[in-house]
């Protein structure tokens, strides 16, 4: 848990100071804050001062709402990036002013940041734990998530009025890039497939998909609302590389078959992933 919060950390401070900073894309949370600080100062407050000063009273007001054990885990994700704002330095990776290549790879970079931050259950604080306080004690119809949509997006339109409309389009597309980036680290290991099939011959396809390609199968009872017929359906779970050889085998016993292929964002149990 601890190398993918430091390994986390330290992408998403790299990114932060050497990519980021440097042409003002601003990608929400109090690093974004930090960016707009440290420009409206002429360069004379640096980023890690701006994330501590607002971390600290935060982390204060959450412990006494809702206890240490809430905070502990990104009091510490908080402290190493902080500190790894502090030590990595200044300095653009990429030397020409290609705003595209800048929000492309920062992007994907710091996406696979926050994807390990979010993998071990905990963030850097900011606007994440914000969003969980006003919940708490102010907005309880709103999810976490809405509202944390709000604050960063009141962050990133700051951005926008402190640097320029191209600059914070820009860093729209940033976050974009690094959202979903997170969730193929995060979802990456346990994404899979599910497959409904209605056949008459269903029977036989189960058998083939049980000992061909090893998966389970399950028979759904259903009735065809047009026929009146009832009917049995068969439910798989099997990852994206079985699907094909499922297509044969469906197609190879009934080319009458009808089949729903569907993105199973997450899947755990006996031949996926183990629930920890």
């Given at each position: ?137 102010l907005i309880k119809y709103y999810s976490i998530p809405q509202i944390m949509q709000v604050l960063d997006g009141i962050i990133i339109l700051g ?118």
């Amino acid at each position: 848990m601890i190398l993918f919060i430091v390994t986390g950390d330290f992408l998403m401070a790299a990114m932060t100071n050497m990519v980021f900073d440097p042409s003002g894309i601003v990608l929400g949370g109090f690093s974004g804050v930090a960016i707009i600080v440290k420009y409206l100062s002429g360069g004379k407050i640096p980023l890690w001062a701006t994330t501590l000063v607002l971390n600290i009273p935060l982390f204060i007001v959450a412990w006494r709402i809702k206890g240490w054990g809430f905070i502990k885990r990104t009091v510490f994700s908080t402290s190493v990036f902080t500190a790894f704002l502090a030590i990595i330095p200044a300095r653009p990776i990429v030397p020409e002013p290609d705003l595209l290549l800048q929000v492309v790879f920062g992007g994907i970079i710091y996406g696979v940041g926050l994807g390990l931050i979010f993998y071990v259950d905990t963030t850097t604080g900011g606007t994440d734990t914000s969003a969980a306080l006003i919940h708490e004690k102010l907005i309880k119809y709103y999810s976490i998530p809405q509202i944390m949509q709000v604050l960063d997006g009141i962050i990133i339109l700051g951005g926008l009025l402190t640097f320029s409309l191209r600059i914070g389009l820009y860093s729209i597309i940033a976050v974009a890039i690094s959202a979903k980036v997170s969730d193929m680290v995060l979802e990456g290991s346990k994404f899979a497939k599910g497959v409904y099939i209605v056949s008459d011959r269903y029977r036989e396809i189960a058998d083939l998909i049980m000992h061909e390609i090893d998966r389970g199968a399950t028979a759904l009872h259903a009735e065809g609302m047009y026929s009146r017929e009832e009917k049995n359906m068969l439910f798989v779970a099997l990852n994206k590389k079985e699907i094909v050889r499922l297509k044969e085998i469906v197609y190879d016993i009934d080319p009458r078959a009808f089949m729903i292929v569907m993105d199973a964002r997450e899947v755990l149990g006996e031949g996926f992933v183990k629930y920890e």
